[in-house]
């Protein structure tokens, strides 16, 4: 990574929901793997992703969701970027993006179908993200 010019990503957790705690760690680890995080906190609306990532010229928006209610407060946030001309940026989600009664594969396979580039179950492991978020990010120069 080109310490001099860290990627910069924006996080939160999306809509009315209140759990900080998940996007903390994430954006702790994210920062400790050189990324310059732009965090929008708890109750963040999609337009404000959008907005954050324009303004910083964001590589990739990451979005938490731990309320269970993902698939209402996520869906649209890829056409909006579309929109906004962020058609190619990574965007992730992850927490506890259902109330259980959804398979994981099947879980997965709807938020891929909404435009996110991946989706995380709340078992992931930080170094995991890094991981896979590096290689996002070098795939889109
Ligand atoms: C702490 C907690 C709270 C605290 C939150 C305090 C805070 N500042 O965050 C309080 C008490 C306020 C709270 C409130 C509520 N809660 Co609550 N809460 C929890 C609890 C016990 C732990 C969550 C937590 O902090 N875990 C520790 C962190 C470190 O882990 P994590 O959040 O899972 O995050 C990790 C992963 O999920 C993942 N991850 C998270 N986000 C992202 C994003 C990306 C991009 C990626 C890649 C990964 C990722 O990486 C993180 C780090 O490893 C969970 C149950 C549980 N065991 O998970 C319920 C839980 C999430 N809450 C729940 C509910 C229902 C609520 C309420 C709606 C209850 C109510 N009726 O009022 C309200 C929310 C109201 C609202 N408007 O949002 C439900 C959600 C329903 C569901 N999904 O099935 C859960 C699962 C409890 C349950 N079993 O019913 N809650």
């Known amino acids: 990574m080109d310490t001099s010019n860290p990627p910069k990503v924006v996080t939160g957790t999306i809509g009315d929901d209140i759990h900080s705690f998940g996007i903390k760690v994430i954006n702790h680890a994210l920062e400790s793997a050189g990324f310059q995080v732009i965090s929008l906190g708890i109750q963040t609306p ?51 993006l259902s109330t259980g009664d959804t398979p994981w594969p099947e879980l997965e396979q709807i938020f891929l179908g909404m435009g996110y580039t991946r989706a995380y179950p709340p078992t992931t492991m930080p170094g995991q993200i890094i991981t896979d978020l590096t290689a996002d990010i070098a795939a889109l120069a």
């Open 46 to 96: 999609q337009e404000d992703f959008v907005k954050a990532a324009i303004e910083a010229d964001a590589k990739a928006i990451l979005v938490s969701s731990m309320s269970g209610h993902a698939r209402l407060l996520c869906e649209g946030l890829r056409e909006r970027c579309i929109e906004a001309g962020l058609k190619d940026i990574v965007l992730y989600v992850g927490g506890t």
